[in-house]
């Protein structure tokens, strides 16, 4: 019974780390509609990021992850000014490209920190873990969920209260109509790609705490990532949310029942037969275009 | 279409063709051996999952050339490595086994880490009758005659730490694996054995590999309370798992987890403050105290970096170019046939000690030790078996070891 009321905390934190990865993904694919393979990389330049930091301060984890939104923020505006603007509208070709994109970064990686692992120190104080109510909670998976929150909602009143985000809400819902009305659409093309990027290279720094860091660490997120935004529905805050929670607390029980091996087959037949039933994901952006 | 276009178009189907007739025609071409050269191929993962264990037995691999070069290399020739990548891919490992036999026409290969990457050249070189020098311990149960294998096999490694595990007073063991031969069959002969020695198994759990999520397999730990956890992850998973290990309260004193492969290079992955105090089975640890090691550790550092490690596979794969140069030397050429029957009972001074091949099953022989992951990312040993154990693929000389194989 502990066991099982241990699963609960574990459902959000496999959560916490969905929504962080894919979180980014929202506003590039969904919002974008550019399926960027490479964001993984951005998850991983993140990582790299809280490697070369640590040991300059006692606090370096925390000005890792600022730095790290900046740096992947601005490689994925490098991407998108230099190569993605010339594909919009090519989604298979842009696909082909950022997955080729991905494996220059990967190699890059590799030849400039090595193909072994690199070891990122963990703040003393994200040791350990406390147990409360015969439930085990440890810091590392609380600090992540409490980041998840946060980036949540820094997103949703960016997009909400912020000209900047109001202004990318209006280019994704119809972008003629938008670039009429005088909003300049290449320049918040390439902001939002920034924000998606950065965004991607936050989740980078948190999952140094709990993962390997090295040149293959976005292949092992980006499918995830993938499944959280289309299960959630293009472009929508709440279905990431939502989708995040469902496929955390789904992944944890059925792994807890089955194994892992069985659990990650479960998970991927529900989110098939649930793309059946609702192929648009959880929510969908009610517009008059026909995309 | 223009004609511009249908001349680039026309170049760019005729040019790997060209290439390819290029590398065929090699007039110089006759089993590796060409004028004063003596081509070998080294056959790793350089990218993928994999790539974070298996760049560092390259490493030691091209050391070995080098030296040897350096004293003169072996039948008066120098050693050309040919080096491919096997890229995590086990199919890639099969066709590029292939290119090596047949187009590069190398002597022999060294190569390979997974079992399945291993299960994948097996028919390739035992077709062409080439030789493979396979460095990574494993799960037994196999004998080629076409791969020599220098790691160990399970009555060197698998074995003695079960031995060491029950004389600690452990009862309760609960596995840990990545889901592909490898830890599935390790598990079936740490069940057989548990049978046999009263040891409860409170459960057995597989990943997938590049896994990184292990919050679930941890709390079920928790929940089982087993004395040991035996840990047959590979690669990068075992980064995830220790970090997550590491909060939920389960600590080497009460749980020490036993690892097999997790040595010097993975433990810096991991971060040693993450998995120090648990335990490791290998046959080598850069601390192993031998003159052939001092040797080893002070080269291997002056050529790739201070901060470098050396491990138990990576000194496997030093000694089998080792083997191997001394096998052809004995044979005095580098014919395939000849090579083997030179092999039997060829022994050298290794890093980890003497290490002898056996002529029967082309295994070597190999001291067990179990080691403790200290602080600093070294590993102590705690305990070695009294000298090099006899290898045993088969199992044979245990009884209770019958109906595995």
């Known amino acids: ?291 | 279409m223009r004609p511009r276009t249908l001349k680039r178009g026309l170049i760019a189907l005729l040019l790997p063709a060209l290439l390819a007739t290029a590398c065929v025609d090699d007039p110089s071409s006759n089993a590796g051996a060409s004028g004063d050269d003596i081509k070998v191929g080294i056959l790793h993962s350089l990218s993928g999952t994999m790539a974070i264990s298996e760049v560092t037995v390259r490493d030691a691999e091209l050391l070995a050339i080098e030296e040897i070069n350096a004293k003169g290399g072996v039948l008066g020739k120098k050693l050309v490595p040919v080096t491919e990548d096997g890229a995590s891919d086990w199919p890639t490992f099969a066709e590029k086994a292939q290119k090596l036999i047949s187009q590069d026409k190398v002597a022999t290969v060294f190569g390979g880490w997974t079992s399945a990457s291993r299960k994948a050249m097996l028919p390739v070189f035992e077709r062409n009758k080439a030789l493979l020098w396979y460095p990574v311990q494993y799960e037994g149960l196999e004998s080629s005659p076409y791969i020599f294998y220098t790691g160990a096999t399970t009555n060197q490694q698998i074995v003695p730490a079960l031995d060491y595990l029950a004389a600690q007073g452990k009862k309760k063991m609960f596995l840990v694996g990545s889901d592909y031969v490898f830890p599935r069959t390790a598990n079936k002969i740490i069940k057989a054995y548990a049978a046999a020695k009263g040891i409860e198994i409170a459960g057995e759990e597989y990943t997938p590999l590049g896994h990184t999520e292990y919050s679930t397999l941890v709390n079920k730990i928790a929940d089982a309370k087993p004395d040991a956890v035996f840990n047959t992850l590979n690669g990068d998973s075992n980064v995830a798992f220790f970090k997550q290990l590491r909060g939920s309260g389960i600590t080497p004193q009460t749980t020490p987890v036993v690892s097999v492969s997790v040595a010097e290079e993975e433990v810096k992955g991991i971060g040693p403050e993450n998995v120090a105090g648990h335990l490791v089975a290998w046959n080598y640890y850069q601390t192993t105290t031998t003159p052939a090691n001092d040797a080893f550790v002070k080269a291997f550092k002056a050529k790739y970096g201070a901060d470098k490690v050396t491990s138990d596979p990576m000194e496997a794969g030093y000694n089998a170019v080792y083997l191997w140069a001394a096998a052809v030397a004995k044979a005095g050429t580098v014919e395939v046939e000849a090579v083997k029957k030179a092999a039997g009972g060829i022994s050298i001074e290794a890093p980890e000690g003497t290490t002898t091949i056996d002529g029967e099953n082309q295994h070597v022989a190999k001291t067990a030790r179990i080691g403790l992951v200290q602080a600093d990312g070294q590993i102590k040993e705690v305990w070695s078996s009294p000298g090099p154990i006899k290898p045993d693929p088969y199992l044979k000389s245990y009884d209770w070891a019958g109906g595995l194989s």
């Open chain 1, 1 to 291: 019974m502990g066991a099982l009321a241990n699963q609960l905390p574990i459902g959000l934190s496999i959560a916490a780390v969905l929504l962080l990865i894919a979180l980014g993904l929202t506003f590039t694919f969904g919002q974008m509609g550019v399926i960027n393979m490479a964001h993984g990389e951005f998850i991983m330049a993140g990582a790299y990021t809280a490697y070369l930091l640590q040991g300059f301060t006692s606090q370096s984890f925390l000005i890792a992850l600022p730095v790290a939104f900046v740096v992947a923020g601005l490689m994925g505006l490098l991407l998108e000014w230099s190569l993605i603007r010339r594909f919009y509208g090519r989604p298979l070709d842009t696909l082909l490209l950022t997955w080729g994109v991905s494996l220059v970064l990967q190699q890059l990686a590799r030849d400039i920190f090595g193909a072994p692992n690199v070891q990122v120190t963990a703040p003393g104080w994200l040791v350990g873990g406390v147990d409360l109510l015969g439930v085990r909670l440890p810091y590392n998976r609380m600090f992540i969920i409490v980041l998840a929150v946060l980036c949540v909602v820094g997103v949703w009143v960016y997009l909400t209260k912020l000209p900047q985000g109001r202004r990318m809400r209006a280019v994704v819902q119809n972008r003629e109509l938008a670039g009429y009305s005088g909003i300049a659409t290449g320049r918040v093309d390439r902001f939002t790609f920034l924000l998606g990027s950065g965004l991607a290279g936050v989740a980078g720094v948190a999952l140094t705490l709990v993962g390997p860091v090295g040149p293959s660490l976005g292949t092992f997120y980006i499918v995830d990532a993938f499944l959280v935004v289309v299960a959630g529905g293009l472009g929508q805050l709440r279905g990431a949310v939502l989708a995040a929670l469902a496929l955390g607390f789904l992944n944890g029980y059925l792994e807890f029942w089955t194994d892992a091996s069985l659990a990650k087959v479960l998970v991927f037949v529900a989110i098939i037969a649930f793309l059946q039933v609702r192929p648009q994901g959880m929510f969908v952006l009610k517009g008059r275009t026909l995309v």
